[in-house]
């Protein structure tokens, strides 16, 4: 079971998102916030017991403290619990600096519940998740100089098979599961399959790894494509 703490300034969006989760077998919301200061008051009488949360479902606009500033103190004051940040603002700045102090997720109120289950799912195991198009912002603010310019692709893709380099190259676009299942004609389970072989084969902990890495060889990747 995923015990989840739910941080938004709105009751209504509280109550339909509880609804919504509170469906899914694995998942059990335990607390719920209106505002940073009442997210760490709530981590602070939690933690450590039965019911400390796994996974924080955060805001960014909220009043009193925001869902940046109650990020960055869940990092630095409870080990443990998992920030997945669910807004209605794709803002590079706010994507940005949610990452850079801590939440390992960035997905709009909008996304479709199922997709929700399975980011909640994915960032309580550790692993990067990010809704549509925010992936590009990500990738698009990371200074050239960050980014290693190899002057081939890394030795781990030639062990790659020509599908898995075609989803390497719809994962350095940005694109999700789903973008890719469509384009490439195949069952996103298939994709997550692919994904995995990836990380496996060039050593990255996450999609946001591979994302970042590749851009810096896509031209190779594009005429890979274009050669086949």
């Given at each position: 079971m ?7 300034d709105?009751?209504?969006v509280r ?9 899914v ?5 335990v ?8 997210v ?22 909220m ?22 940040v669910l807004?209605t ?8 600096e ?5 939440a ?36 698009a ?9 190899p002057?081939?692709?890394?030795p781990g ?7 898995e ?16 299942a469509?384009?490439l004609?195949?069952?996103?389970g298939t994709?997550k ?6 990380l ?29």
């Open positions: 995923i015990r989840l703490l739910l941080a938004d709105q009751m209504l109550q339909g998102l509880r609804a919504l989760l509170e469906l077998a694995d998942l059990q919301v607390a719920e916030a209106d505002n940073g200061q009442s760490l008051r709530q981590l602070e009488t939690l933690y450590g017991t039965d019911l400390q949360p796994d996974v924080v479902l955060m805001d960014i606009r009043p009193v403290m925001d869902g940046i500033a109650a990020t960055r103190q869940i990092g630095e004051r409870f080990p443990g619990p998992k920030v997945l807004t603002f794709d803002n590079d700045e706010y994507v940005s949610a990452l850079r102090h801590g390992l997720g960035y997905l709009l109120k909008d996304t479709p519940s199922k997709e929700l289950a399975e980011a909640i799912r994915s960032v309580h195991k550790g692993y990067t998740q990010f809704g549509p198009g925010i992936l590009q912002k990500v990738v603010r990371v200074p050239v100089s960050d980014v290693v310019q002057v081939s692709p890394p893709v030639s062990e790659l098979t020509p599908r380099r075609e989803v390497l190259r719809w994962i350095a676009r940005g694109a999700s599961n789903r973008e890719i469509v384009a004609y195949i069952s996103e994709v399959y692919h994904v995995t072989n990836i496996g084969r060039l050593n990255l902990r996450d999609r946001t790894q591979a994302a970042i890495s590749a851009h810096a060889f896509l031209p190779w990747l594009d005429g890979y494509k274009q050669g086949q």
